[in-house]
């Protein structure tokens, strides 16, 4: 079975940084793009960011450019996603997600864990 | 980048009643369109993709047609655990991103 688990949620100053994890089980997480994907509280949903496989592509939405940075490690299952420069406006809860076969939609999704920036 | 659109906002039906959702593209992605139901508390779940295709588990009351720059999403008969928030998501360029509409509120009548 699929599973996601995200980690390292909670309440950051704006300006602050922090790195949220997702541990990934139940298939080969080394096969397949994986991506992060937030929800602004009662807001709709939002793709932050896509990494290749091997790591070697990175995407991200514009708006967080330059201080987000996703990144992996195949060899403990793990995504990662450092937020830096954190601002109000990313307020939200981060979710890990997997596609079927490539990464342009998701089937496997985690639990989330929110993010809040506040002062 | 593509703006996707979803009317209406809210969508009020009666349990039992058919329910059509659309989706439109602010230019053509092809049939590179997913389905999304999320409930409250809940991540999304993934409902069709390629426009029309459903995904593993998906009952078949739940159907998703159209191409280019207008879609439809349709649940034959709503169940009580149908009532939900449904997005639509299109991948026509991806990589390397995508993009969701607003979402469309199915609520009780």
């Known amino acids: 079975e699929v599973q996601l688990v995200e980690s390292g949620g909670g309440l950051v100053q704006p300006g602050g940084s922090l790195r949220l994890s997702c541990a990934a089980s139940g298939f080969t997480f080394s096969s397949y793009w994986m991506s992060w994907v937030r929800q602004a509280p009662g807001k709709g949903l939002e793709w932050v960011a896509n990494i290749k496989q091997d790591g070697s592509e990175k995407y991200y939405v514009d708006s967080v450019k330059g201080r987000f940075t996703i990144s992996r490690d195949n060899a403990k299952n793990s995504l990662y996603l450092q937020m830096n420069s954190l601002r109000a406006e990313d307020t939200a809860v981060y979710y890990c997600?997997?596609?079927?076969?490539?990464?342009?939609?998701?089937?496997?999704w985690g639990q989330g864990t929110l993010v809040t920036v506040s002062s | 980048e593509i703006v996707m659109t979803q009317s209406p906002a809210t969508l009020s039906v009666s349990p039992g009643e058919r329910a059509t959702l659309s989706c439109r593209a602010s230019?053509?992605?092809?049939?590179?369109l997913a389905w999304y139901q999320q409930k409250p508390g809940q991540a999304p779940r993934l409902l069709i993709y390629g426009a029309s295709t459903r995904a593993t588990g998906i009952p078949a009351r739940f159907s998703g047609s159209g191409s280019g720059t207008e879609f439809t999403l349709t649940i034959s008969s709503l169940q009580s655990e149908d009532f939900a928030v449904y997005y639509c998501q299109q991948y026509n360029n991806w990589p390397p991103g995508v993009t969701f509409g607003p979402g469309t509120k199915v609520d009780i009548k």
């Open positions: 230019q053509s992605v092809s049939s590179n």
């Open positions: 997600a997997r596609g079927i076969s490539s990464g342009s939609y998701w089937a496997y």
